[in-house]
């Protein structure tokens, strides 16, 4: 798949994440999952969904150009 | 002893504060922006750090004991996706075009991108104007927090007063680079301390599931959205993060960056940065009704500093104080130098000297402007009601509300300064509409259905720019090429 091809999926992928957040399905459910209400454990899931599809951004979708006045080095 | 904890932690963040200082190089572009030398971590770090404010922290758990675990929604998993988009969409380009062209401020890039001194001077204003309640936030919370973790022992003015002198100290001393270590510290102190309390409190509960169970039977509303979160305010609420894109504290630590690639870290981590602070905060926010069950509206705000007080007495109390005091620093910091550079760069160096001032000129001005901006906040601090606190929300909106701006900037090579004006004049006259009716009344929403006015503001300022753009004449070819070369 071309670089244009991957960027056009994790945008789309970007949208139904966004609608995602919307969980109006768990609005009144008060029932524990992991130890956690459902509504605050489905958000915390979110989270770390949002640091995946965040991670396949950086290294399937980055912005190369930008580089190119990088003068390398070591970095903390 | 508390105090003695809170005392000994503050003399380390001077120490890491006076130590970055051996690497000053002497020059504006160092102390403003630490010669753009910020690598992925310390980025990642201090971004999340100087976001993180004392009303991320006490008002996380202010609000969960009001509302419960919509909170969360509301405010955290809707930073978790947009904020990184932000870093990664806005923030490298900026760095990217900062780099190139040698900006130190936002102003900088605005007025060099659409060829007008009116539009800088314009974000100028209403950027400072939104800041202040933010800053005044900072140094209230700190005292506040002192204060009640001290049982009273320390007056509000003194906590104050010890926040701006340590940030005075450090910040003055060492600029970007010392703000950036500090802040690196100070974050991973209140991410670790969070943790410590929330584990020690939970157990005086007897564990989570005892905790939840107790807080389940006094108000079982706080275990879902429910009644307390509209389905339309959770999804206009969204908005609310994209302050971050136009945040003078977060440009400036944008532009620190060592290189495009330093951003990697703060858009991958962000969200699991923000799942480690806010979870235990609205959860111990959420069992603040077990001990507190009467606190009115803003006086759920020191919660969490009253269940530290309460729960965790002595040395863990002073560290869970220090926490707090990191929290409330680590932005302070930022944004008082952020608006000390603004103030050197955009007014003083570009009206005053023509653009031509000395490198030690430009330390000298920064410096003395970051004396006066916290200098001039404890006094404020001093008369302001802590009803200021409410003012936070309308600053998060004034800034995202601008974000057309910053987009149309990056993205759209046909909007032109009059699109910029027009933009900026329309949040300017919303903001100060919605305001009147926000202030008088705190659950205002549009029409009384859930949206957020800044979902109206951030439409309009988009609508306006566009309009404005259209009705104009186009950029020139020189101005396109210089921002729109790769």
């Known amino acids: 798949m071309d670089k244009k091809a991957t960027r056009t999926l994790l945008y789309i992928a970007l949208f139904v994440l966004f609608l995602l957040h919307n969980d109006f399905w768990l609005w009144e459910d008060a029932s524990l999952i992991f130890g956690l209400p459902a509504g605050l454990a489905y958000h915390a899931i979110y989270c770390l969904v949002a640091a995946g599809l965040m991670a396949l951004l950086v290294n399937l979708a980055w912005p190369e150009h930008l580089d190119v006045s990088d003068d390398g080095g070591a970095e903390l | ?486």
């Open chain 2, 1 to 486: 002893m508390t105090t003695f904890v809170i005392f000994v932690y503050l003399i380390i963040v001077l120490g890491i504060g006076m130590l970055s200082h051996r690497m000053f190089r002497g020059t504006g572009e160092d102390y403003f922006v630490a010669s753009r030398s910020i690598g992925p971590f310390l980025l990642l770090m201090s971004l999340f750090g100087t976001n993180m404010t004392a009303f991320a922290i006490l008002g996380a758990s202010g609000e969960a004991y009001h509302t419960g675990i919509g909170v969360f929604g509301l405010m955290a998993s809707s930073s978790a996706l947009v904020i990184p988009l932000v870093f990664y969409f806005v923030g490298t380009r900026l760095w990217s075009l900062g780099k190139k062209y040698g900006y130190l401020t936002q102003v900088q890039f605005f007025r060099d991108r659409w060829r007008s001194d009116g539009v800088g001077l314009a974000l100028f204003a209403v950027l400072i104007a939104l800041v202040i309640p933010y800053l005044l936030i900072g140094v209230m919370g700190g005292g506040i927090t002192l204060n009640q973790i001290t049982d009273g022992q320390i007056p509000t003015w003194i906590g104050g007063l010890l926040v701006c002198v340590i940030v005075f100290i450090y910040v003055t001393y060492s600029g970007a680079r010392g703000t950036a270590w500090v802040n690196t510290f100070q974050t991973l102190v209140f991410m670790t301390l969070g943790g410590v309390a929330f584990a020690v409190i939970v157990n005086k509960y007897g564990g989570l599931a005892s905790a939840l169970e107790q807080v389940r039977e006094v108000r079982p509303n706080l275990l879902i959205f429910g009644e307390n979160i509209k389905p339309l305010k959770l999804l206009t609420f969204m908005c609310i993060p994209l302050s971050a894109g136009m945040f003078p504290h977060i440009f400036m630590h944008w532009l620190t960056a060592k290189n495009a690639r330093s951003f990697r870290y703060p858009v991958i981590f962000y969200p699991v940065c923000i799942a480690v602070v806010w979870i235990p905060s609205v959860l111990l926010g959420m069992m603040g009704v077990l001990d507190f069950p009467d606190l009115q509206g803003p006086a759920a705000n020191s919660v969490l500093v009253q269940m530290v007080a309460r729960h965790a007495p002595g040395f863990l109390g002073g560290l869970l104080g220090a926490g707090v005091f990191a929290a409330i620093m680590s932005s302070l910091d930022s944004q008082s130098l952020s608006i000390g550079t603004m103030f050197t760069q955009d007014i003083v160096r570009h009206y005053g000297f023509h653009d031509k001032m000395s490198e030690s000129q430009q330390v000298l001005f920064g410096r003395l402007f970051v004396t006066a901006i916290l200098a001039l906040t404890f006094f404020l601090s001093l008369i302001t009601q802590r009803s200021i606190f409410k003012l936070a929300v309308w600053s998060f909106s004034g800034y995202a509300a601008l974000f057309p701006v910053i987009l149309a900037a990056l993205f759209w090579k046909r909007s032109t300064k009059w699109g910029a004006a027009a933009s900026i004049l329309s949040v300017v006259l919303l903001w100060i509409y919605f305001f009147r009716i926000g202030w008088e009344n705190p659950e205002y929403t549009v029409g009384g259905v859930g949206m957020m006015p800044v979902a109206i503001m951030l439409g309009v300022s988009a609508l306006a720019m566009v309009v404005g753009s259209l009705l104009s004449r186009p950029p020139e070819q020189s101005v396109i090429n210089r921002f729109f070369a790769t």
